[in-house]
């Protein structure tokens, strides 16, 4: 819970740079940019939930139901982004300068939020566990087809922006790049940061779980 509403936060507070947001949220940007009855988050919802049909019909049946999981936390990073949007709304952003601080600090701030999530291990994000359904049902490397998948997230956002725009590439820009090339240090240095604490944390709680219920017993 914790990893999901980091991980939204750092899209609100990238997108309040107006510089464009992370790959894998760039194509729900764009669409939100065009069709404003829905919301960021609720984009996201639906892109999202595009990304796990996309894992049953890739997996079929080696689709485990308690993927299935994803569906509710989609809908909680979806509220999540909303909420996190309506908290940096009252920051302003004026200059380039100050966007380019925004972006940096969203990226931070979403690093921070896959880190956790990462060490959690319960389940993954649908896009993460998209990528993982195409790079084991195609025996290829997680990280070269996580590459890949970026990089047609990016193009599919540009091509879309260019058909509802007339021509004009909207909401994807330099802070996509840059949060493409520095996400995954980010997720790199907190995890080793934090890997300690946050197993520590984990395990306490759960040798107090065992002794409660050795009470109990």
């Known amino acids: 819970m914790a990893g999901l509403f980091f991980s939204a936060l750092g899209v609100a507070v990238t997108k309040s740079g107006e510089l464009g947001v992370s790959p894998i949220s760039s194509v729900a ?3 939100s ?3 404003t009855a829905f919301s960021q988050g609720t984009w996201l919802i639906i892109w999202n939930c595009v990304l796990i049909v996309g894992q049953i ?3 079929r049946k080696k689709f485990k139901p308690v993927q299935l999981l994803q569906i509710p936390l989609s809908f909680l990073f979806g509220y999540f982004t909303d909420f996190g949007t309506w908290c940096v709304s009252f920051v302003p952003v004026n200059n380039y300068p100050a966007r380019i601080i925004a972006m940096l600090a ?3 701030i979403l690093g921070f939020g ?4 990462v060490m959690a291990n319960v389940i993954m994000n649908s896009g993460e566990a998209f990528v993982k359904a195409v790079s084991d049902s195609a025996h290829k490397n ?3 087809v996580k590459i890949i998948f970026d990089i047609s997230c990016v193009i599919v956002a540009i091509v879309l922006s260019l058909v509802f725009f007339d021509f004009k590439i909207i ?3 330099e802070g996509t790049v840059i949060a493409a090339c520095c996400t995954g240090m980010v997720v790199k ?3 080793k940061c934090l890997q300690n604490p946050v197993s520590c944390f984990l395990s306490g709680n759960v040798s107090k779980k065992a002794r409660e219920e050795v009470k109990r017993a």
């Open 29 to 31: 940007n764009v669409l």
């Open 33 to 35: 940019c065009k069709f």
């Open 57 to 59: 019909v890739i997996l």
């Open 106 to 108: 969203g990226t931070v």
């Open 114 to 117: 896959i880190s956790l999530s």
């Open 142 to 144: 997680f990280g070269n």
């Open 171 to 173: 909401g994807t820009r």
């Open 189 to 191: 240095l907190f995890s």
